[in-house]
């Protein structure tokens, strides 16, 4: 595979991973047999609702009424929630009553931008964005490849560790914490591996990586890659599913599909999750117009459904 860094920075980052990773991330010898006690729970990303133009109350009650634990709303959401006069501790209140625990949030500040100025005021988003999660309860956010999307910008992971640091320095004074993630259509960080050195790089003790199924296909990421991923280094993953056609460079977000319903390894992935003895938050997230077609609350409880059949699939195949 290729990479973006020197062999010196590789060597160096991976000792900097041996403070970060635990051993229970990183397998030489045959994997351990699958856990069959579960390690998984259930969030809905709102995304997978952003067809139906829901606000962020009517979004909470349609999630716990479909059976999740957890929910993953955008940045903006909460945002146009506290535009139009809902008080945030409002909302705080609405999941703790529901049940539902903010698992994370999407955000889309450029916080790892070269230039100055932009990166300023990347920062000052991700600082706003931090603080109407914590005020409504939320534990993470997503720190996206947001500014260093385009193929016309090189991101040097060496700066990009830097800067993730910093954002993590963010996150501990406001009590939320970023999650790195990868794009796979991206031009910069669109492979589970450039995030893992990023995040190695950092060298910080709330490092993680948001991984999900759609993006590690569509940006060359091996399941087996998630070996890497240490309890602590992994807290939400993104569950979705990508057919066998268009080819896998030509997929876009609106392609894909509910996990279990296309080629993706979900099975390996989980079984990978338990083997590293993590507990994750699996989060569903899709942006199928089809599914916008059939009334919103079948949406979200066929989520919950299909995530939890292919649960179902790992437990049975963890006991022949």
């Known amino acids: 595979m290729h990479t973006d860094v020197s062999r010196r920075g590789f060597m160096s980052a991976a000792t900097a991973a041996c403070g970060m990773l635990s051993a229970s991330g990183v397998r030489a010898a045959a994997p351990a047999p699958v856990a069959t006690g579960s390690t998984f729970r259930y969030a809905l990303n709102a995304a997978t609702l952003r067809g139906y133009k829901l606000s962020l109350s009517e979004q909470i009650v349609l999630t716990a009424q479909a059976g999740y634990t957890g929910i993953e709303p955008w940045v903006d959401d909460i945002a146009k929630a506290a535009a139009g006069g809902t008080p945030l501790s409002t909302l705080k209140r609405q999941c703790a009553d529901a049940g539902l625990s903010v698992v994370s949030a999407i955000s889309f500040a450029a916080w790892a931008v070269d230039d100055d100025t932009a990166r300023a005021k990347g920062m000052e988003q991700m600082k706003r964005d931090m603080d109407l999660v914590a005020q409504i309860g939320g534990t993470?956010?997503?720190?996206?490849?947001?500014?260093?999307?385009?193929?016309?910008?090189?991101?040097?992971?060496?700066?990009?560790?830097?800067?993730?640091?910093?954002?993590?320095?963010?996150?501990?004074?406001?009590?939320?914490?970023?999650?790195?993630?990868?794009?796979?259509?991206?031009?910069?960080?669109?492979?589970?591996?450039?995030?893992?050195?990023?995040?190695?790089?950092?060298?910080?003790?709330?490092?993680?990586?948001?991984?999900?199924?759609?993006?590690?296909?569509?940006?060359?990421?091996?399941?087996?890659?998630?070996?890497?991923?240490?309890?602590?280094?992994?807290?939400?993953?993104?569950?979705?599913?990508?057919?066998?056609?268009?080819?896998?460079?030509?997929?876009?977000?609106?392609?894909?599909?509910?996990?279990?319903?296309?080629?993706?390894?979900?099975?390996?992935?989980?079984?990978?999750?338990?083997?590293?003895?993590?507990?994750?938050?699996?989060?569903?997230?899709?942006?199928?117009?089809?599914?916008?077609?059939?009334?919103?609350?079948?949406?979200?409880?066929?989520?919950?459904?299909?995530?939890?059949?292919?649960?179902?699939?790992?437990?049975?195949?963890?006991k022949r």
Not at 155 to 164: F, G, H, P, Q, V
Not at 189 to 216: E, G, K, N, T
Not at 289 to 303: C, H, I, N, V
């Open 140 to 318: 993470h956010i997503a720190a996206s490849p947001a500014g260093v999307y385009g193929a016309n910008v090189k991101l040097d992971l060496d700066r990009a560790a830097e800067r993730y640091r910093a954002v993590l320095e963010l996150g501990r004074s406001m009590s939320v914490i970023p999650q790195i993630e990868f794009w796979g259509s991206s031009a910069n960080l669109s492979r589970l591996d450039q995030c893992i050195y990023v995040a190695a790089r950092a060298a910080h003790p709330d490092a993680c990586v948001l991984a999900d199924a759609y993006h590690m296909y569509r940006g060359g990421s091996e399941a087996a890659s998630l070996r890497l991923l240490s309890r602590s280094a992994t807290h939400c993953f993104h569950m979705n599913d990508y057919p066998a056609q268009p080819a896998r460079e030509a997929l876009k977000d609106s392609d894909r599909v509910w996990p279990g319903d296309g080629i993706a390894p979900l099975t390996e992935i989980l079984a990978i999750f338990r083997q590293n003895h993590a507990s994750v938050w699996l989060s569903v997230e899709l942006f199928n117009a089809t599914y916008w077609k059939q009334p919103a609350p079948e949406t979200a409880r066929t989520g919950l459904a299909k995530m939890q059949a292919v649960v179902a699939a790992l437990d049975a195949a963890s």
